[in-house]
């Protein structure tokens, strides 16, 4: 009974192609993040979705595309992939916008080839 | 301006003893939220513990405390009685309001614990 769970665990796919990556939480919380993890071990937002609705977007670029289908999931699509697309991407949750927690999935590690 | 500074790139501490892991934050608002994370060498991020701007006690889980110096803007970790698994990186964070509740994190510390 994972609170955040996301699939797949490892990503390993050629330069151009387009991949997701899934994202679901358990835990009744009603906003969900996007984190990239670089090779330096440094966290930074990408996107937060609250009840569905697209709250940030941090400056990525349009290759990468959430889709919140419901406020219990959000998905990361991401078309022709680039070696720099490289990283650890978590998924996170959290109940609002100012809750004393914040869980995250367990990481998808993403290589370009 | 970095937000969360974390200016211990790696500690090393005995098994058992205590050990603190150092975080200093910088916002003008007067609501924020502090969070402390580990990451083991398997790669998730586990949520330890979470210090409001405005509770007056400091916060604890289990052997994790925070010790919040407000006027210092200072959040540490420490760790009591280190343990072999307490061995990971940690991560500070903060949340500020208005900011669609987003994380923002330190450079984080790899601490290793010496059997």
């Known amino acids: 009974d994972t609170a955040v769970s996301q699939t797949p665990k490892y990503l390993v796919t050629q330069m151009g192609n387009d991949k997701s990556i899934k994202c679901e939480q358990n835990l009744g919380h009603d906003t969900m993040y996007w984190y990239k993890q670089d090779s330096k071990k440094f966290l930074k937002i990408m996107f937060s979705y609250n009840n569905k609705e697209l709250i940030i977007n941090e400056t990525v670029p349009n290759r990468f595309s959430p889709k919140s289908p419901d406020k219990a999931h959000l998905n990361l699509h991401i078309n022709s992939l680039e070696l720099g697309d490289s990283a650890v991407y978590f998924c996170?949750?959290?109940?609002?916008?100012?809750?004393?927690?914040?869980?995250f999935g367990q990481g998808t590690r993403l290589t370009v080839v | 301006a970095q937000k969360i500074t974390q200016t211990q790139p790696g500690m090393f501490v005995q098994e058992k003893e205590a050990v603190t892991l150092d975080c200093t934050y910088d916002?003008?608002?007067?609501?924020?939220?502090l969070f402390w994370y580990k990451q083991p060498s398997s790669g998730e991020m586990i949520f330890l513990i979470y210090?409001?701007?405005?509770?007056?006690q400091n916060a604890t889980e289990g052997r994790y405390s925070l010790n919040f110096q407000k006027a210092r803007k200072s959040a540490n970790l420490v760790i009591s009685a280190s343990q072999l698994g307490d061995s990971a990186m940690y991560f500070c964070?903060?949340?500020?309001?208005?900011?669609?509740?987003?994380?923002?994190f330190g450079q984080g510390t790899e601490l290793s614990v010496k059997p």
């Open positions: 964070a903060m949340r500020e309001p208005f900011q669609g509740g987003k994380l923002i």
């Open positions: 210090q409001g701007s405005y509770d007056e």
């Open positions: 916002t003008s608002d007067q609501s924020y939220g």
């Open positions: 996170a949750s959290s109940r609002g916008r100012a809750g004393t927690e914040a869980f």
